[in-house]
């Protein structure tokens, strides 16, 4: 099975400039970047909600755990949010009613939590808009833990932060290319 594309920075501004002019921006502007720069996987976006992320006081947590039922493999593990992350969900939360922990925090055009597969859709639609044929739901996940291994975060803190149990699982979502490459053997 092909692996799902990586996307360069100017390739996620093009996608980020395109859900601009969706039915959802601010919505769809947020989904790209909770997979982008907290590494979650489709799943796991549809399931998050208000409480996950916003504490009483409506404001963004630093980390919350991901709960069993709402992650691959049934197993609890911290998401840490990055400032940048973390900016974004504020000014998203300004569009949403928070006073309901229970909510889903992305919701469906049905309203309530998006299925798997309908979030996988939505990811689709956008990145086939953009013309990214080989992108999907995974190339938030597989971009967010190749630009961590880029910048010398080591493969056992990966593992933890993606949630996998073996390191060779997260080895195999960290892109390699030309660039890099040339770039490695400059540090000789």
Avoid at 79 to 103: C, F, H, K, M, W
Avoid at 114 to 119: E, L, P, Q, V
Avoid at 164 to 178: E, F, G, L, P
Wanted: proline share 1%; glycine share 6%.
């Amino acid at each position: 099975m092909r692996q799902a594309q990586t996307l360069n920075e100017a390739q996620l501004r093009r996608v980020l400039h395109y859900c601009r002019s969706r039915r959802h921006p601010i919505r769809d502007q947020t989904i790209i970047l909770v997979s982008f720069y907290a590494g979650l996987r489709a799943k796991e976006i549809a399931a998050l909600t208000v409480s996950d992320v916003f504490d009483d006081e409506g404001a963004v947590r630093e980390q919350f755990i991901l709960r069993a039922a709402q992650s691959k493999g049934g197993k609890t593990r911290t998401v840490y949010l990055s400032q940048r992350l973390r900016r974004s969900l504020n000014e998203y939360g300004d569009t949403i009613r928070l006073n309901d922990p229970a909510r889903a925090l992305f919701e469906s055009q049905k309203g309530g939590h998006f299925s798997a597969n309908t979030m996988c859709q939505l990811f689709l639609d956008i990145y086939k808009a953009c013309g990214f044929k080989d992108a999907s739901s995974h190339s938030g996940r597989r971009t967010y833990i190749t630009r961590l291994a880029n910048k010398g975060v080591g493969v056992r803190l990966l593992a933890e932060l993606a949630g996998h149990s073996h390191i060779s699982t997260t080895q195999r979502y960290i892109d390699v290319n030309a660039e890099q490459l040339a770039g490695a053997v400059e540090l000789l």
